[in-house]
């Protein structure tokens, strides 16, 4: 795995990065948040660990808020264009939320689940045999190995 390489990027161009890494899951969140930061019915997530990660043009912005839990969430963005790139937690827990529509090759947001089943949209009906939550799920290791399987990396 040490020459994998998938990019992406903002819709300007101005910020590109690179994984060194395949993402370690892909999942479409449904929530009310998620919903209204991707301006759209969902949002699709890669898990990807954060040395895996690198920026190789452009700037971040920032914009921090705290969810319900308590937790501390940040998201970062192309500071030309806008575009929601990734999203972080601090403490750290080590791993980013990449936004999957900015993936050159959008196969690697294939998602493997639905979460927040309980707020998505009334015309949205999740494809056949896919993993479903209702919120947010308490294990993400069925999601990781359904994604494995969908990408071929077992
Ligand atoms: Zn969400
Ligand atoms: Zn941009």
Redesign the pocket.
């Known amino acids: 795995m040490t020459d994998f390489r998938l990019t992406g990027g903002c819709q300007c161009g101005a910020l590109r990065y690179v994984l060194t890494a395949p993402p370690l899951l892909a999942y479409a ?3 009310k ?2 919903q209204r930061i991707s301006a759209s019915a969902f ?1 699709t997530s890669c898990g990807v660990l954060r040395e895996t990660m690198h920026i190789e043009k452009g700037e971040l912005g920032r914009i921090d808020w705290t969810v319900e839990s308590g937790a501390h969430r940040y998201g970062e963005f192309c500071t030309v264009c806008g575009v929601r790139i990734r999203h972080g937690d601090e403490p750290s827990r080590g791993i980013f939320s990449l936004r999957g529509g900015t993936l050159d090759d959008k196969r690697w947001a294939t998602p493997a689940a639905h ?2 089943q309980a707020s998505a949209l009334e015309w949205f009906t999740p494809p056949e045999g896919a993993l479903l939550y209702d919120g947010q799920p308490t294990d993400y290791t069925p999601i990781m190995q359904r994604y494995a399987a969908l990408m071929g990396l077992q």
Do not use: Q, Y
């Open positions: 969140c449904h929530c948040e998620c949002a979460t927040w």
